[in-house]
């Protein structure tokens, strides 16, 4: 795989596009971020894309995952590259410095997912929901469940799943069965089938939160009686909880990552947010993992152009009008050939200028000092949200 960080094309878009370094001076949480700063985060973010995660990145889809006795083990050096990726600090990234994070832009963030996904999709997988995640637990969960779990997403000592599919609920969630009932002392045990559920079991960390969403008894019908759990594969006490994988998902170019079936049995679980609230929590996990969805459209665009111009460059077909070089010239001086190429380009750069301008709202509509600049960009990210994610993708 020839795919290089575009690092020239994403400073591009930073500096002259988003003017973003101007942008994060206005702002106090982001006072301290220049150009130099930014550019020297994604240069390291590209040295571990190019360096650690493309070498995994054919032999892990090779491989894949297996299931042996309950437990995923994901493709070998999957493991170090998750240890390497959390030694460099980068799950904290835009991270509240409060709770241990970097306080960093998400649009940092952003350019480094598109990194991770063009590098290494399947690796990408468990990461990618992270953030979601610590969004969604930082607005709803209690001060009790934030302190206990905030500062392991962080750090990247465990990773999140969303779980929402169940075998009869795919786009229709008001279908969700699963149920939690509570046991006293803030406790629910939970109970049902997930299926679909990216990083379901792994191992890359030793705990992984579950973030479910279930029916509590008496709840309304239809997705208004969701509520959002927090289930975690180890208790506190050290016992393994009642989740178990029952199978993993065989599919095409990510088989790296592992799409599980996951069984409740009773399961401890703890209430994020309002009873019945739960659709509006895991909508911001959700939403996240859109932005997320339409910068892998992105990621696999560049990574594309990238490889059709090596080819092109170096595939030798009849001699170029006006460029003749010799008996049989690149097929990339071809003007047909010249016009793909460049339609390639222009749309990963175009897909990277509203993608990263998206990401950028996020920032305004967090950390602006002026609140209707932070309700306009909060309006604009949610306009731009799911366009990102349909036209990337598409
Ligand atoms: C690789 C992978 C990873 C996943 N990871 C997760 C995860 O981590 N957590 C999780 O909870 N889920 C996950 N999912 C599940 C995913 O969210 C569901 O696949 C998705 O919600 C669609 O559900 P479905 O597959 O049952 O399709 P269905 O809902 O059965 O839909 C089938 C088709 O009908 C279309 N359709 C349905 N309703 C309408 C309508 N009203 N109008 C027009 N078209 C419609 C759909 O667009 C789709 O094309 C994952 C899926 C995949 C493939």
Partial sequence: ????????????????????????????????????????????????????????????????????????????????????????????????????????PVLLDAAMQEMLFASNHGWAMYTGIAHGAYLCLKAHASAELQARYLPGIVSGATLPTMCLTEPQAGSDLGLLRCRAE???????????????????????????????????????????????????????????????????EHKLGIRASATCTLRFEGASGWLVGQAHGGLAAMFVMMN?????????????????????????LERRQMRAVGHALGDADPIALHPAMRQVLLELRVRSEGMRALGYWTAHWLDVAAAAADPAQRTKASKLAALLTPIVKAAFTD
């Avoid at 702002?27 to 971020?33: D, F, H, N």
């Avoid at 996240?288 to 092109?312: I, M």
Wanted: hydrophobic share 45%; glycine share 10%; aromatic share 8%.
């Fill in 1 to 104: 795989m020839a795919w290089k960080a575009p690092l020239a094309d994403m400073q591009f878009v930073l500096q002259h596009w988003l003017r973003a370094d101007r942008a994060w001076q206005a702002m106090p949480a982001y006072a301290e971020v220049d150009l130099d700063l930014a550019m020297q985060v994604l240069e390291q973010a590209a040295r571990f894309s190019e360096q650690v995660l493309v070498p995994l990145n054919t032999t892990g889809d090779r491989q894949g995952c297996t299931l042996e006795h309950g437990n995923v083990r994901t493709p070998q050096g999957f493991p170090a590259a998750y240890r390497a990726y959390v030694e460099g600090g980068w799950p904290a990234l835009a991270c509240d410095p409060a709770l241990g994070g970097q306080g960093l």
């Fill in 288 to 312: 996240a993992a859109r932005l997320h969805v339409g910068l892998q459209g992105l990621a696999h665009a560049e990574a594309a152009w990238q490889c059709a111009r090596d080819y092109a």
């Fill in 182 to 248: 509570a046991v006293g002392e803030g406790r629910y045990a939970v109970t049902g089938n997930k299926l679909f559920i990216s990083g379901g079991d792994h191992d890359l960390t030793h705990d992984i939160l579950h973030l479910v969403l279930a029916r509590l008894p008496g709840a309304p019908a239809g997705s208004r009686g969701l509520s959002l759990l927090l289930v975690p594969k180890w208790l506190e006490d050290g016992q393994r909880n009642a989740v178990h994988c029952d199978g993993l």
